[in-house]
């Protein structure tokens, strides 16, 4: 039975590389899949996604106002039977693209697995996330590591001397480097104004992504 899935997590937990390597079990048993991506994230230039690792696959780009359920009818009838969706950052998805990814599911039964952030660099959540985590079918945490050693669960944005900025727009594309992914008690630690954060280090994924196997779809 199909169902909607939310990947999420803290920022460089494997989301984008998990996504790539499902998409990629999909196709090598001979079944088709769509990737989307929002349209806002222009990163790696258009229609494609890519991991830091190096993985990258083409996608589909859909604006902020754009029906998901009409997006997938359209790519069904042009390209024949659809054995999953992709949704990368889908933290970016609005409330109604999370109800029309729900139809996707309900309507087509077709499974959609969404990737995304939970919460920004205040600890509120995105819309997209916030609707994914109450409508969603099964829920899983792709885990990554505090520079602390704990589990990391939130994200820090920072400026160039590694001190929390509080205030700003919720989306910042690029910049990568400026956010920091931190368990809640650093959290309230570095947001407090309490120590700063050493940008040149890295984060590791707390465990290897577990592959999503089609046969469980």
């Not at 001979?30 to 990258?56: C, K, N, W, Y």
């Not at 509120?124 to 899983?140: C, H, M, P, T, V």
């Not at 690029?174 to 890295?202: C, M, P, W």
């Amino acid at each position: 039975m199909a169902k909607l899935y939310f990947y999420y997590s803290a920022m460089n937990a494997g989301k984008t590389t998990t996504l790539l390597q499902s998409a990629y079990n999909y196709h090598e048993r001979g079944m088709r899949t769509l990737i989307l991506t929002p349209a806002l994230d222009t990163r790696h230039g258009e229609g494609t996604v890519a991991s830091r690792i190096g993985l990258q696959a083409n996608a589909r780009r859909f604006a902020g106002e754009e029906n998901l359920l009409a997006l997938v009818e359209a790519d069904i009838a042009a390209h024949g039977t659809l054995n999953c969706v992709f949704v990368d950052e889908a933290q970016f998805l609005t409330r109604a693209q999370v109800w029309q990814l729900s139809d996707v599911v309900d309507r087509l039964h077709v499974p959609v697995l969404a990737y995304g952030l939970r919460t920004d660099f205040r600890g509120e959540l995105f819309e997209g996330s916030g609707y994914l985590l109450a409508w969603a079918d099964e829920l899983q945490e792709i885990k990554t590591i505090c520079h602390s050693g704990s589990k990391a669960t939130m994200v820090v944005r920072v400026d160039g001397q590694g001190r929390a900025v509080t205030d700003g727009p919720q989306v910042e594309i690029g910049g990568n480097d400026r956010y920091v992914s931190v368990s809640r008690a650093e959290f309230k630690k570095i947001t407090g104004g309490h120590g700063r954060i050493e940008l040149q280090q890295s984060v590791l994924p707390l465990q290897d992504p577990c592959p999503a196997d089609s046969r469980d779809r």
